[in-house]
């Protein structure tokens, strides 16, 4: 039980179900604060089942998720959320603070406004991620990089100390993958929990620190070059617990004329 | 005839004031629905709702009269009708949300044809689809100002959950927010518009004065609450305008204020600095 006290997310038997499609079975890992921490897998292996697992949108099938000392719902602001980069529309007639500032308003009521206490928070979140002088740019007009950083500085304006991030690398070049890296190094420097879902197995590897390896099941889990091996990763993706499900079937989907 | 004569003259009739007041109301709530819409990719939805109010309208018209209630509860019921059940469609069966809703609307509008031929009274068809500012009533004003003091209301005081579903649902929901009940909410909203609006947009033109104006200013505007400002007053003036029009020109006042909207539009399409035509072609926009 000791070493609970330093699993910020611990997860026993998570099962979650799609109608009759299993995302993820019986998945028990925990998550050391303070850690950064790559969700690796094949496509279907249900990472960002486990991401929203951990935020507590699934109703699960089986098992139970604990954040630090209580049910996800009662610590929901303390947990951000970064969505992929697709969903965001870019040409929204938004600008960085105001992104920024949406991190605030769960903590307020309906129709109240912004308090001093809140445009300080804003100001710091705006500050560390040099997006001070972008502030009042619409979001289009802005870098890959630096538009992945406004909703960084978001989740830092909520208050998180819990930041799950949806394939955060996606559509960013070398530089922006590199200026991110440093970001979240930064944030693991100063106590502060990452978990990412990653395709990319060689990015994992390269920036991280943890690994959980996910094909519906749990494959491995520990520090990111033991749980990423050679030999898990041929469980995890050429294994016949595919979320596809049965060995290679393909064979048979397609017929093509002779 | 002089300017002021054109200009001002018309309004010493009681239901050109009354015309006047309606159009100006509907300008505000219309104009700041517009956005939403627009902004949330519902706008050919808007107008397939507004289709679909027609048998709603026609049935309440037979069983009841013209009772302004009567008329309002119908057109609510079938819009709703519409809404909630291509969303049930589409939950339940394999088909589409767009698909749903383009396949409810189209029976919808077409039973209320139906409907409106049946009863083969002095119920004046081209009055349901295009408008009629100068008959406006009374207890329209009434049902007018009420329905753009609840949309004013539900924006200053859920200007946030709006913005914030819009925007990044996902977020909202991660966040604590009902995401669905936005949604609901915002849909019933249209259809109080849509509805407050009949008497003198009509049915088939209604979603004009919505969608005009928000995409006009969604051209001018990088932030939210210019992007609203600009969309209302830009209704605001083009009701008016198209309502004299409607008066020297003998239109029906629904065309003429849609005209006038479309001209606006297809001026900024064409003219607006950062986000139109020329700023394109001269490559000082903003995007590749």
Redesign the interface.
Known sequence: MSNDLHNIIRCRDVTARYGRVTALDGVSVDIPCGSLTAVAGPNGAGKSTLLKAI?G?LRLTRGEIRIGDSHPQHV??R?A?L?QRQ???WD????VR??VE?GR??S?G??RRLRPSDHERIERALEELALVPLAAR?I??LSGGQQQRVFLA?ALA?GADIFLLDEPFNGLDRFATEELTHILLGWKAQGRTVVAAIHDIELARRHFEMGVLLATHLVAAGPVADALSEANLETAFLGSHCAHGGDISLVRTARFPS | MSVSEFLIAPFRYDFMQRGLLTAVLLGISGGLLGCVLV?RRLSLMGDALAHSLLPGIAAAYLLFGPSLPALFTGALFAGLLTALGSALLSRLTRVKEDAAFGALFVVLFGAGVALINLARTRLNILEFLFGNVLAVSSSDIALTAATTAVTVLVF??????I??E???P??Y?????RGGLVHLGLLTLVVLNLVASLQTMGIVLSLGLFLLPAVSA?LW????RS?LAISSGIAVLCAVAGILISYHAGFPSGASIVLCLGFVFFFSAVASPRHGLLSKLRGGG??I
Do not use: C, N
Request: hydrophobic share 40%; no cysteine.
């Open positions: 935020l949108w929901l602001p947990l959320y969505p969903t965001i529309d929204f007639p938004i600008t105001e992104v949406q308003y769960p307020l309906l129709g619409q289009r007009m978001r909520q | 902004l200053v005081v859920g200007y946030r959950h913005v914030l819009t925007f990044d996902v977020f929901r991660a966040t604590g927010g969604y505007s990088d932030h939210l992007l903003d995007k």
